[in-house]
């Protein structure tokens, strides 16, 4: 038993017991009983203070307090007052072992005191036959109220950590959705970027052709030109390689060859078709609509917009109908507005379905994440919520400027109207 301090609340009840038995002690009023000493004292001591410490030691704090309680009762002292210390104890047992450790201490000590009890009725003519009764009573309900507890409190901690558990791996899977869509626009990106490193290239190696009878240095220039732009492109691809096997494993979880395997399969698919843009999305629209979701599709203005943006735009409206599809409900419709503008590019898409927001936001899914993640790298602003009178809204902004480093300010998202349109 490691004698520690004991916990505030333990203390002040084993004290309380010490005080209530002592009462008891010296409240005998009959001059057939013992008179009140310092054994009779130490013993009610024995029997109450040590529970402040029953939590941690509930066998020995149990058993001492039995054997301090049979002296007692043996010298002649009354058992009402001082039974109270063996029915805590007792109780103790109950709650803090092992149910089998629990039903193996608490029988044992019910039968020995209900043993000792009988003794005193037979050697005592102030004993009386249903001390025995009220005795046993009073420790089987102390016991039974202990396992109780027992079991209820190891139901709420199972409780505890699965939902710590749910909530940890959704944490993890909301991580894993953010890196598979980091690896996804490093892939798209890769696409886009590759392909003016190649014209570049392509360009400095004619260049280079037609320069070779002119100044040397010109031409040394171009070829440099010409070599880094191969060593680039080289060590994207080995990057980009690396990145789509932590998409795959984010995504899938699979083991590492069934991840090679299938990331092989689904990226040389993907590198045969062309990358998707704002003009792909009448093509998109329409296989929603197959799908069974009607949506109403309009795109205004004609502002240059850099690939990277519109592979992302076109990201975000087609998730965005992946989530009114899985969770609008049946008869319901979507509408999509693009509008292309010198320096942003703002799509809003809603729904007037019936899902439930919780649906959306927590159904296992990690669309949301992904978009906002492909946003925040763009140094745009997406604002997700359900519409006033029913559906869900998605509105993104996301800056569209030749130069990308200074429009990395996010718009604000205009007010929400009653009916769930903008002002």
Do not use: C
Not at 7 to 21: C, M
Not at 328 to 349: F, H, L, M, Q, Y
Request: glycine residues 10%; negative net charge.
């Amino acid at each position: 038993m490691r004698v520690r301090m004991p916990r505030a609340g333990d203390a002040l009840i084993a004290v309380g017991l010490f005080v209530i038995a002592l009462i008891g002690l010296y409240a005998i009023g009959s001059d057939a009983r013992p008179a009140v000493t310092v054994k009779a004292i130490v013993l009610v001591a024995l029997m109450t203070l040590p529970l402040a410490w029953r939590h941690r030691a509930p066998r020995i704090i149990l058993w001492v307090a039995i054997l301090a309680w049979m002296i007692f009762v043996a010298i002649g002292y009354p058992n009402a007052a001082s039974i109270l210390g063996l029915v805590v104890a007792l109780y103790g047992v109950g709650l803090y072992l092992p149910r089998r450790s629990a039903f193996a201490h608490g029988l044992g000590a019910i039968l020995v005191v209900s043993a000792w009890t009988a003794v005193g009725v037979l050697t005592s003519d102030e004993v009386q036959i249903a001390a025995v009764v009220s005795t046993i009573i009073a420790l089987v309900i102390a016991l039974g109220i202990g396992l109780s507890d027992n079991r209820r409190h190891l139901r709420l901690t199972e409780l505890e950590i699965a939902h710590a558990r749910q909530d940890q791996a959704r944490k993890n899977a909301a991580a894993d959705a953010v890196r598979a869509e980091r690896a996804r626009i490093a892939r798209e990106l890769h696409d886009v970027v590759a392909h003016e490193v190649t014209v570049m290239t392509l360009q400095a190696e004619g260049a280079a052709r037609l320069a070779k009878d002119g100044d040397p240095r010109v031409a040394e220039a171009l070829h440099t030109i010409s070599d880094s732009g191969r060593t680039g492109l080289m060590e994207m691809q080995r990057m980009i390689g690396v990145l789509r096997a932590s998409e795959a494993e984010a995504a899938g979880g699979a083991t590492p060859r069934e991840s090679d395997d299938s990331a092989a399969e689904h990226h040389t698919a993907f590198d045969l078709l062309p990358m998707p843009s704002l003009a792909a999305l009448p093509d998109l629209v329409q296989q929603v609509e197959d799908a069974g979701l009607p949506v109403s599709l309009e795109v205004s203005g004609s502002a240059h917009v850099p690939a990277g943006v519109e592979l992302s735009a076109f990201r975000v409206v087609q998730e965005s109908l992946t989530n009114a599809m899985k969770h609008a409900g049946p008869g319901a419709n979507a509408t999509v507005t693009v509008v292309r503008e010198s320096d942003a590019v703002t799509i809003t898409v809603e729904d007037d379905g019936r899902g439930v927001i919780s649906e959306a936001m927590h159904s296992g899914g990690h669309g949301i994440d992904g978009m906002r993640e492909r946003i925040g790298a763009l140094g745009g602003r997406l604002d997700v919520g359900p519409r006033s009178g029913g559906g869900y809204r998605v509105y993104a902004v996301l800056p569209s400027g030749d130069d990308q480093v200074h429009t990395t300010r996010p718009r604000t998202a205009p007010p929400m109207t009653p009916e769930g349109g903008t002002q």
